[in-house]
């Protein structure tokens, strides 16, 4: 016999005529504690979203620049010439904002535009405020990967009073410093 036919038949109920019929959902009241658990959750969560997005901004920020930074220095010392790092939103100009494009230029300031070239593009920021040194001076090394002039700070300045500050030696090395700067 074939299997199919040996199964037995399910029982109708007496005088219904019909199968039983199963619950196919949830209930109105299932639905609405189940919705009422989610928007609490996501109401206690939500805060602790920002600030941590807030913190993401300001790492991610840090990252760049210190990759920027180091690409320009070992560009210096490989090329043994003088390597600038600058905002720049043609990429051949510096300017001063420092939340915008960064450059990396091969060559002096002082020399005319259309004598550097630009070996490099970083995108620019998320954050509201980078500010370096008092001056804007951009960040320039040298063939041996010193940096020109004095220390300088970058102070970075995201939302929700989250920051950080890259600090970049006269040796051209560069360490971070995790603490919100005062001045955010």
């Known amino acids: 016999m074939d299997r199919l036919q040996?199964?037995?038949?399910?029982?109708?109920?007496?005088?219904?005529g019909q199968a039983?019929?199963?619950q196919a959902g949830v209930t109105l009241l299932e639905l609405c504690l189940v919705l009422g658990i989610v928007a609490l959750a996501a109401g206690w969560a939500v805060p602790g979203l920002d600030t941590l997005m807030a913190r993401q901004d300001v790492a991610t920020d840090v990252m760049r620049l210190k990759e920027s930074l180091a690409t320009a220095r070992h560009t210096a010392i490989s090329r043994g010439t003088v390597i600038t790092l600058c905002p720049s939103d043609d990429g051949v100009t510096c300017g001063e904002n420092?939340?915008?494009?960064l450059s990396i230029l091969a060559g002096e300031m002082h020399q005319p535009p259309e004598q550097r070239?630009?070996?490099?593009?970083?995108r620019p920021s998320r954050l509201e405020a980078i500010d370096y040194r008092r001056d804007q001076r951009p960040v320039r090394y040298k063939p041996?990967?010193?940096a020109t002039g004095h220390n300088g700070t970058f102070r970075l300045c995201g939302r929700d009073g989250e920051g950080a500050s890259v600090i970049v030696s006269n040796f051209g090395r560069v360490?971070?410093?995790e603490a919100t700067p005062t001045d955010c």
Do not use: A, I, K
């Open 144 to 146: 041996d990967g010193s």
């Open 98 to 101: 420092w939340t915008g494009p």
């Open 20 to 22: 039983p019929r199963r």
């Open 6 to 16: 040996s199964r037995p038949r399910p029982r109708l109920p007496p005088g219904t």
């Open 175 to 177: 360490r971070v410093d």
């Open 117 to 122: 070239r630009l070996l490099g593009r970083r």
